[in-house]
């Protein structure tokens, strides 16, 4: 009871005046809907119907045909993995969490404490099969084969759901986001069940669906993130509310609805967005998500010839055109601050790349200059959604270079073979940095592709707290840790309240990598003062690390650096010697520490690479209680 007084009072901090009165309001609302008995949707008018026709589909965009197949007949037999977690459910329990099998109660919607585990379970795993990215690719399947089997179970399946969730009944109805992403989803059935003989009754004059469509957009409009929650969540409820409105514009409000998503939309797209196109959450995975909203909003108001404005499109053509720099020679993605591996749409098989089909979209709408991949993967769902717009950018091949992104706080110090990402940025988005990890002057570090020293991810959300906590935390990234606490001050799951604040005070590039010095205060809150700034220089193969801890008293230190699984890691007296498949690199060691090889132990030595994933790993530390100032030196020698 204590400590959830305790949330209360900090969120209640992190609020403005203005939140805080738009809260109460809220209040009011659900008093009244929590009374209501009717909820009878206006009858839908089908005079506009959108012009989307299932394009031409030449062999090189099938080439991906088989394996949406073969997803599909996984889930005619009750087969899933979402979240990285396999389940068989022959009939789907909507309101099921898989992995704890708590089914959560049929209750008032928005009195359904989600975030309670004991209720719900793990409401994230509930979630995801209710955002229906399933049904997506059974309508694809059938849309690409004419076998009315798929649009049978999406038929079934979009019934039962409709059976099981009553409006604003149970955990379903209760996130603002799942409509939106919901809705997505569902445009996108009626567009590739076009032709079987289940799309009448669905989307027709009396289809089954039109009820659900509209509430879930009327509760958008009522319930949507504002204030220090307006974040990517913000983004997909506008994106899917646009999309529907616009896609059946078939509802007395249909008009109005989009209009407020379109002026939401085209504020959002700056407002959460660093000037250099790097997400504001300081979370790569919202970079991607978020992206996605925006990608896929803005060519449905092309498809409709009325466009969103140049300035939204030169918003989220910075947001695509900053990624391939972030990303290392082999592909892989970043993983500072959070990630849940959310999709706004999924038109492409599960286990394909995240980024080629946004490359494609971006190219073709945006004229984005970004790799085109050098397969054909994503051009299936590229080709789906754009299907008019045609690739003229040509050749885009970024060569491994040093690069600043001061205003995220983002460096990559670079050769051709090394990849080192540095963060000395803020902690996150607005008052709450709900998705930002305590990883002040941390980085990571690739070789010709493969991750060496590595972000350890985020592996959950709602449940098993001493984990989410684990890995937001200090100790599980790559940097200084001073008397065992964390830069900044968690107050929830996703929420912080005293947070550190990073300075860069020098920023030099060169021909063989580059040299950044910055320093945070994260651990000026002790009752004796300290202060850690980083010196992270690249010269060619060599990677300098030099550590002042500045201050007064006498303080625990631990320099932490953490590696990828593929890693194998000896330690000797004075040195570490890292081995992989097809390298090597020794870490020479500051004799002033006390060092030791940490594996799956509960204070460090674990990585997740996705999300309900974890597993064992390597962590070096390097440990003693000293008085401050100190200055620390480590060096890194790729072999």
């Known amino acids: 009871m204590q ?4 949330w209360y009072i900090n969120r209640l901090r992190a609020m403005s005046l203005e939140e805080m009165a738009a809260r109460g309001n809220l209040v009011i609302k659900k008093q009244n809907w929590q009374r209501r008995k009717d909820w009878v949707a206006p009858q839908p008018s089908l ?3 959108d012009v989307w026709k299932l394009p031409s589909l030449t062999p090189e965009t099938t080439s991906e045909r088989q394996a949406i197949l073969d997803e599909a007949d996984r889930y005619l037999e009750g087969k899933y993995t979402l979240l990285n977690l396999y389940f068989e459910e022959p009939q789907l329990n909507w309101h099921l969490d898989p992995q704890t099998k708590i089914t959560a109660p049929l209750e008032f919607a928005l009195e359904v404490n989600y975030r309670e585990a004991d209720l719900v379970g793990n409401i994230k795993n509930t979630w995801e099969k209710n955002r229906h990215h399933h049904l997506t ?3 694809l399947a059938y849309s690409l084969t004419q076998n009315e089997d798929y649009a049978i179970a999406v038929e079934q399946q979009l019934l039962s759901w409709i059976k099981e969730n009553p409006v604003l009944q149970g955990v379903n109805w209760a996130s603002s986001l799942e409509l939106g992403v919901r809705l997505i989803s569902w445009t996108w059935c009626d567009r590739l069940l076009r032709g079987s003989q289940v ?8 289809g089954s669906l039109w009820s659900s469509i509209y509430w879930h957009q009327w509760l958008i409009t009522q319930h949507y993130s504002h204030g220090s929650s307006s974040n990517n969540h913000l983004v997909g409820e506008m994106a899917g509310l646009f999309i529907a409105a616009s896609l059946f514009p078939v509802f007395p409000e249909s008009s109005s609805w989009q209009s ?3 002026k939401i939309l085209e504020r959002e797209v700056s407002r959460q967005t660093f000037p250099s196109g790097i997400n504001r959450e300081q979370a790569f995975d919202y970079q991607i998500f978020s992206l996605e909203f925006f990608l896929l909003a803005g060519i449905e108001a092309e498809r409709l010839a009325a466009p969103f404005s140049p300035n939204y499109q030169d918003w989220a053509r910075r947001m695509l055109e900053v990624i391939p720099a972030l990303v290392d020679q082999g592909g892989n993605r970043p993983q500072y601050g959070d990630g849940d591996e959310g999709m706004a749409l999924q038109l492409r098989p599960l286990s394909s790349s995240r980024l080629d089909w946004l490359y494609r979209l971006g190219r073709q709408w945006l004229d984005a200059r970004v790799p085109l991949p050098g397969d054909t993967s994503g051009l299936l769902a590229s080709t789906l959604i754009c299907p008019d717009l045609k690739d003229d950018v040509g050749d885009v091949s970024p060569s491994p270079s040093s690069v600043g992104f001061e205003d995220a706080g983002l460096y990559v110090l670079a050769t051709e073979e090394v990849f080192c990402l540095a963060d000395a940025g803020c902690l996150g988005f607005l008052s709450i940095a709900a998705h930002g990890h305590a990883d002040a002057l941390s980085f990571t570090l690739s070789v010709g592709g493969q991750p060496i020293i590595v972000d350890p991810g985020t592996y959950i959300y709602h449940t098993q707290p ?3 906590g684990y890995f937001r935390s200090t100790k599980a990234h790559n940097t200084v840790l001073v008397d065992k606490m964390d830069q900044s001050e968690p107050a929830g799951n996703f929420l912080w309240t005293r947070k550190a604040e990073t300075k860069v005070l020098s920023w030099e590039k060169n021909p063989q990598g580059a040299t950044l010095i910055a320093e945070h205060d994260g651990y000026m809150r002790l009752s004796e003062g300290v202060i850690h700034r980083r010196s992270l220089a690249l010269e060619g193969k060599q990677l300098e690390l030099i550590d002042d801890i500045q201050g007064t008293g006498v303080h625990d230190l631990d320099w932490r650096i953490h ?5 194998t890691v000896h330690l000797t ?3 570490t010697i890292v081995t992989w498949q097809e390298g090597k690199l020794e870490i020479y060691l500051d004799s002033q520490l006390q060092w030791c090889l940490v594996q799956g132990q509960p204070e460090a030595g674990w990585y997740s690479s996705g999300f309900n994933l974890k597993e064992p790993t390597y962590t070096l530390i390097g440990s003693v209680r000293t008085s401050v100032p100190i200055s620390l030196k480590n060096s890194i020698d790729i072999l």
């Open 260 to 262: 407020l998503a379109r």
């Open 47 to 49: 005079a506009t119907q």
């Open 466 to 468: 001493e984990w989410r």
């Open 137 to 139: 690719i059974l309508a």
């Open 573 to 575: 007296e004075d040195r």
């Open 3 to 6: 400590e959830k007084l305790g």
């Open 563 to 567: 590696f990828d699984p593929q890693c």
């Open 199 to 206: 799309h009448e009754r669905l989307f027709g004059d009396r």
